[in-house]
């Protein structure tokens, strides 16, 4: 098999770069620069990516992301794209935010500038975007034609984010490593189209280390909004370890069982990352892993305040047989959980799921 490795054409990381923005720009565009950014971006540092802008004397429209990434969103920005002739998009904002300019970028066949103003998913580095409906339950994948053409990390606006946020990215970034060594244990293709590269499960697994080496530490300094070396490495690990990982490693269970548990509306609360940790617990549960192994990754979640229940993640009170719909939501037909080296039945995921609650709990 083919190997293939998925990767940014740059990926920016420093403090005050979302100053940067219209030098960059400039790189790649002439015409006029399309800034969708999200609700809290655009109240909280509107006059600062404005100025950027201003000072270059470059072209802009600034438009506030409608808070879901669906193909309704997805087409009012197009349409509004074309009118204001603009012929770069950038995405300023939460992972859903970045995954509508991504879609508005492959659909128009323009350049595209991620910001991220949060570490909260590994969206940001791939050519993939999560398509989900008005209503917030997830729809299908889009894979796209390339990766971002940059990824700029501003570590100030990202260390004023709440805490939560850096968590929930963690939880993301958890699953990288597990869902990569099953696709690799199955010859499974990666998102990429391809087999994976020794790099990309090098890197999945630093991902994995480095959130163990400095999740906690990290978390406390962004309580306290301050950046440390930990704040540094746990954005990397988030962002782009996670994002080079997972679309060049693969995905597996943790994320097919996220998919699942979004048929939920009780848990639409709850942020991605933080399904998804619960999905890695539950993967590592249908791998039949050893306690030990399991209790590390369960304390850790417990450490920096991922949820490790159902009852943490609102679904307590869900029945058994609701549960089974989650279940078999999670292996439905194209879901990346027949990437695991064994066959996975709807069967075998809610008996996981009701032993990863159990595991949680104790």
């Not at 620069?33 to 270059?56: G, H, P, R, T, W």
């Not at 390339?146 to 946020?165: E, F, G, K, S």
Request: contains cysteine; glycine residues 8%.
């Amino acid at each position: 098999m083919t190997k293939i490795i998925n990767s940014p054409s740059k990926y920016i990381q420093g403090k005050d770069e979302i100053a940067n923005l219209a030098t960059y720009y400039k790189l790649r565009g002439n015409s006029g620069a399309y800034l969708l950014v999200d609700k809290f971006i655009f109240d909280n540092f509107k006059d600062k990516i404005v100025e950027s802008f201003e000072k270059e004397g470059v072209n802009y429209h600034i438009e506030v992301f409608g808070g879901e990434c669906s193909k309704n969103e997805i087409n009012r920005n197009i349409d509004i794209l074309k009118e204001k002739k603009c012929d770069a998009v950038f995405g300023i904002g939460g992972g859903k935010t970045l995954d509508a300019a991504k879609a508005v970028s492959y659909y128009e066949n323009i350049p595209v500038f991620i910001v991220p103003t949060i570490a909260s998913t590994d969206a940001p580095c791939s050519a993939l975007s999560v398509i989900y409906t008005p209503n917030g339950e997830f729809k299908e994948y889009l894979f796209l034609k390339a990766n971002p053409d940059m990824v700029i990390m501003d570590t100030d606006v990202i260390v004023n984010a709440p805490a939560r946020l850096l968590v929930a990215g963690i939880g993301d970034a958890l699953a990288t490593y597990y869902e990569a060594k099953a696709c690799v244990d199955s010859n499974a293709s990666s998102i990429a189209g391809g087999g994976i590269t020794k790099a990309a499960i090098a890197i999945a697994e630093l991902c994995k280390d480095t959130l163990f080496q400095d999740g906690l530490k990290a978390k406390i300094a962004v309580e306290n909004k301050v950046v440390t070396q930990a704040v540094e490495n746990i954005i990397e690990a988030n962002t782009y370890l996670s994002g080079i990982g997972f679309e060049s490693g693969g995905l597996a269970a943790a994320h097919a069982i996220h998919n699942g548990l979004t048929i939920l509306e009780e848990g639409h609360h709850v942020y991605h990352g933080e399904k998804v940790a619960f999905g890695t617990i539950t993967q590592l549960v249908l791998e039949n892993r050893c306690l030990c192994e399991i209790k590390k990754v369960v304390e850790f979640c417990k450490s920096v305040g991922l949820p490790t229940t159902l009852d943490e993640l609102g679904m307590g009170s869900v029945s058994k047989e609701r549960l089974y719909e989650v279940a078999k939501a999670s292996t439905a037909e194209g879901e990346t959980i027949h990437n695991m080296p064994f066959k996975v039945t709807a069967d075998d995921v809610f008996a996981a799921i009701l032993v990863a609650d159990e595991l949680g709990k104790n």
